[in-house]
């Protein structure tokens, strides 16, 4: 079965800095990949998503991530990051041919001023 | 404008009730998800349905029921057997293929007095 680990429960960074979310897949003969952002009491919002082609993938709020076959993750990155960033993000895996999603544990990032 | 709505964003029960969540999505979409988010847990489906009048269990059913008798609803009804039913619970929709990402509702916390 499909999982997802995501490596790092909470992230502290300093305005201005970059980051860097962990997320590692199982192996599958197809899968497609997510990340989602999700701020207190509110559902997630996607912040970009992997289907194929480019292995980099932009997103929304000057993220990216980075497609790695070989190392089965889908690692987020931001150059410089905002207070406004303080949220919980979570990577998520569908398995081709299925219409379930797998999600991880999540990453609390926590902005520092 | 197109989304999901989930009604009502905090819910209150005694031990021993049922209560029943809803989820609406005018987003015409044959997918319908709902999960349940604890602290450090991240999401765990508990039911989906990929079509009207159908709906499979998830990882974490006992204690839950639900239907599916229009497309655009989804309701959840969290049972007296469900032990721990204190939680923010999630409702997803998607197109119906697994190459599409999911679009969340605003959650409803519920809490059992």
């Known amino acids: 079965a499909q999982s997802v680990t995501q490596l790092d429960s909470q992230v502290p960074v300093f305005e201005e800095a970059p980051v860097e979310l962990r997320c590692n897949y199982s192996s599958s003969v197809s899968v497609y990949l997510f990340w989602y952002v999700q701020y207190p009491n509110q559902g997630l919002q996607l912040l970009l998503k992997?289907?194929?082609?480019?292995?980099l993938v932009k997103g929304i709020n000057g993220f990216e991530a980075e497609f790695n076959k070989s190392q089965t993750s889908f690692h987020l990155r931001k150059p410089s990051v905002h207070i406004s960033d303080t949220a919980e993000y979570f990577c998520a895996v569908s398995d081709g041919g299925t219409y379930k999603y797998i999600f991880g544990t999540g990453t609390r990032l926590k902005v520092l001023a | 404008d197109g989304g999901i709505t989930q009604s009502p964003k905090y819910l209150f029960r005694k031990e021993g009730q049922n209560v029943t969540l809803s989820c609406e999505q005018n987003l015409n979409h044959d997918a319908m998800y709902w999960y349940r988010q604890d602290p450090g847990q991240g999401l765990r489906l508990i039911y989906y349905s990929q079509i009207v009048n159908d709906f499979q269990k998830g990882d974490i059913a006992e204690g839950y029921s639900v239907s599916r008798e229009k497309k655009e609803s989804f309701p959840l009804t969290v049972t007296s057997a469900q032990k721990n039913p204190t939680a923010f619970y999630l409702c997803a929709s998607s197109p119906g293929t697994s190459a599409t990402e999911q679009f969340f509702g605003p959650g409803t916390r519920l809490t059992v007095l």
């Open positions: 992997y289907l194929s082609g480019s292995t």
